[in-house]
């Protein structure tokens, strides 16, 4: 595969390129595909519908090719996911995809677990470690430090905010052993990223050490997010009939956004052939898109704290990839939008819970909500020209070309859940009294020793540490 960058086609490079650079320095852009190959009728076609390893190796195979071989490839895949996604019925035109079984209880655990491995691949040869330097203001760090622990020839520095992050991130981050380590830093999540970015530009320090970073707009993260949409899709479409009295349902895969590289990653498996008629974009507060989609003016702004923390993104970097892949009147066709504040998430659990007995997270919350609005009279007021205003909380007015569907009571919504709603425990409890069960994973990093080692927000200390440290 051939891969180019956002903001200049005139750029083409290879797989290993675009993984092992995250990003064109050059430009500022963000690589993607040249194409999205189709996967084979007679795949998309099978009832019961492939496993979610059979799905990741065939989609997977064009984006290497020629890089790394199908043997190879297996093993990544293997390794990777010992774990599944779920499909879990809610109601009669709902399912949850549940995200959250992997070892940190949230979706990103698909990507760094892929992208872990394909840069421990390109690095086989090499007879140093390769240096993965993350700053992190909560969940990116647990993800890339449990998605590159044991992975060989990588080494992980965490750097966090110390006092900054809850307990459960903390700890999640803090307890490893041998090749991932954190640095709690007396300051800010910008110190931190302040730090990092000094160090990569530092040529004395790049000398003695091999420096990269795992950021989530590397190409080899995103990539396998698709995959769980391709499983998604194709699962309900062959019990729809069966558990909703529904043929050939107009399927809607509703994403709770912040950074939007996950519904990216659904844009691409609808490329290759899932049977995906739409997307609902739900945000937090951080409208950004939301409100492009609505005035077609897109302006990036600073993120405001809300329940939905890990969708707190207020310049979307991925929103530069969507519009290398679509006009934004294509966008108003494919996409409804919507938008919840923390008032709504709580209310959006709490009815959730009461109507349907699952406990769902702050970010998956958004995206239940946004559904049962849509199904229960938000998409046909929209149709019959009552808009809602975009300033309060609710849908977009473009009419998406599914709309007549959902009144047609044809479309099923598919809530992708990101997050396991124990990781949110205080919120949830919030609003529905009682704390949801914690799973044994969670409790047994809650148990291990704290090995956070402290640092000044000091680049001389911080690069002095680095040297004396790691090999
Ligand atoms: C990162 C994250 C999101 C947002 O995903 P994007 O790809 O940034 O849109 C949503 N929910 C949870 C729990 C997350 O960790």
Redesign the pocket.
């Known amino acids: 595969m051939i891969y180019t960058d956002t903001r200049d086609s005139k750029v083409k490079v290879d797989f290993k390129t675009a993984v092992m650079k995250g990003m064109n320095q050059a430009t500022g852009g963000l690589y993607i595909p040249t194409s999205y190959p189709k996967l084979d009728e007679s795949f998309l076609n099978k009832n019961p519908a492939p496993s979610f390893r059979d799905i990741a190796l065939n989609m997977a195979k064009p984006y290497v090719e020629g890089e790394i071989p199908d043997e190879d490839l297996a093993a990544i895949i293997q390794d990777a996911y010992p774990f599944s996604p779920k499909v879990a019925p809610l109601d009669a035109a709902s399912y949850v995809l549940e995200l959250?079984h992997g070892p940190t209880c949230?979706?990103?655990d698909f990507g760094a677990r892929f992208m872990a491995r394909t840069m421990s691949y390109f690095n086989r040869n090499e007879k140093t470690p390769l240096h993965i330097l993350v700053a992190t203001s909560g969940?990116?760090g647990s993800?890339v430090g449990s998605a590159f622990h044991n992975v060989p020839g990588l080494d992980v520095t965490i750097l966090y905010p110390e006092g900054k992050i809850s307990l459960i991130q903390e700890k999640q981050l803090s307890t490893f052993t041998g090749n991932v380590r954190a640095l709690k830093v007396k300051g800010t999540f910008d110190d931190c990223q302040k730090l990092v970015k000094t160090a990569f530009t530092d040529n004395g320090l790049r000398k003695k050490l091999r420096l990269s970073s795992a950021n989530?707009i590397n190409i080899s993260r995103l990539l396998p997010?698709s995959f769980y949409y391709m499983y998604a899709a194709l699962m309900v479409k062959n019990r729809a009939p069966l558990d909703n009295k529904i043929d050939d349902p107009s399927i809607l895969m509703v994403?709770?956004?912040?950074?939007?590289?996950?519904?990216?990653?659904g844009l691409i498996a609808r490329e290759m052939g899932a049977p995906i008629k739409g997307f609902i974009a739900a945000t937090n507060t951080n409208k950004t898109i939301p409100d492009w989609i609505a005035t077609g003016d897109y302006e990036a702004r600073p993120s405001v704290e809300t329940y939905?923390n890990?969708?707190d993104?207020g310049a979307?970097s991925?929103y530069e990839r969507i519009k290398a892949m679509y006009s934004l009147e294509e966008v108003r066709k494919l996409f409804g939008s919507y938008w919840l504040d923390n008032d709504g998430i709580i209310k959006a659990i709490d009815a959730c819970h009461t109507k349907t007995g699952y406990i769902i997270?702050?970010?998956?919350a958004i995206g239940y909500k946004a559904w049962d609005d849509i199904r229960k009279g938000a998409m046909e007021d929209l149709i019959k020209g009552k808009k809602n205003d975009i300033s309060v909380p609710g849908l977009t007015p473009n009419i998406p070309d599914w709309a007549d569907d959902v009144v047609n009571k044809k479309a099923i919504g598919v809530i992708?859940e990101?997050?396991s709603p124990a990781?949110f425990g205080q919120t949830v409890s919030e609003a529905i009294g009682k704390e949801p069960p914690i799973p044994a994973r969670l409790e047994e990093v809650m148990r291990k020793p704290d090995r956070a080692i402290p640092m000044e927000n000091d680049y001389k200390k911080f690069k002095n540490w680095l040297l004396a440290n790691l090999e």
Do not use: E, I, R
């Open positions: 959250f949230a979706f990103k969940d990116t993800a989530s997010q994403v709770p956004s912040g950074n939007f590289g996950n519904l990216t990653s939905a890990a969708m993104v979307p991925n997270d702050p970010h998956g992708l990101t997050a990781k």
